[in-house]
């Protein structure tokens, strides 16, 4: 018997005409003790994270984990994304998410492109955010040392060391968090969860048992 529960569903948003697919995972008996919220980058979609099998993962280590997919790719290809304020899309959008689908407070798993949605969340709504873990985001530079030295936030940043653009780009603002440990993925690039399932899953369950 599995001792994981697999859904899909969509949630609809206030700022999107279409809903948002999303996957989600959960232990099949018993509370989750904590929610995760996984984003992607502009190649992927949550169909990544049901593949490698880090929903999989998450559920059988107690947590109830939603994948999105962003407006615009994967199967939200109808949902338009929210305006944005300058690159960044609005700080609200990422709380309405989680709202809707009852994730707070919310471990936010946020590689490349979805940095532009959870970098002005962590910085506005960081009183609802359990746990932050960025790979390699975009957007880093939009924030102040200052701003990101006022986010308590506990928060895992993850790299690959052959990501030697936005790896060592996004580790330059990320490492003034004033929470925060690193782990480097050696022989991994930009989407380094994709090329080392185990080194990503074992960094990953470390830290959540770590909250």
Known sequence: M???KMTEGSVQLASCKEPLFYRQSEPAV???KMSVLLLHGIRFSSENWLNIGTLDILAQNGCRAVAIDLPGLGRSQSAEAPAPVGELAPPDFLKDVCEQLNL??????SPSLSGMYS???LH???AIIRAYIPVAPICTDKFTKEQYQNVKVPSLIVYGDKDTQLGEVSLASLS????HSVVVMKGAGHPCYLEDPNTWHKA???FLNTL
Request: no cysteine.
């Open 2 to 4: 599995s001792t994981v």
């Open 104 to 109: 707070i407070p919310v471990v936010v798993i």
């Open 124 to 126: 506005q709504h960081q």
């Open 119 to 121: 970098l002005p969340f």
């Open 204 to 206: 990953l369950t470390d």
């Open 176 to 179: 003034n968090l004033a929470n």
């Open 30 to 32: 018993g509370e989750a």
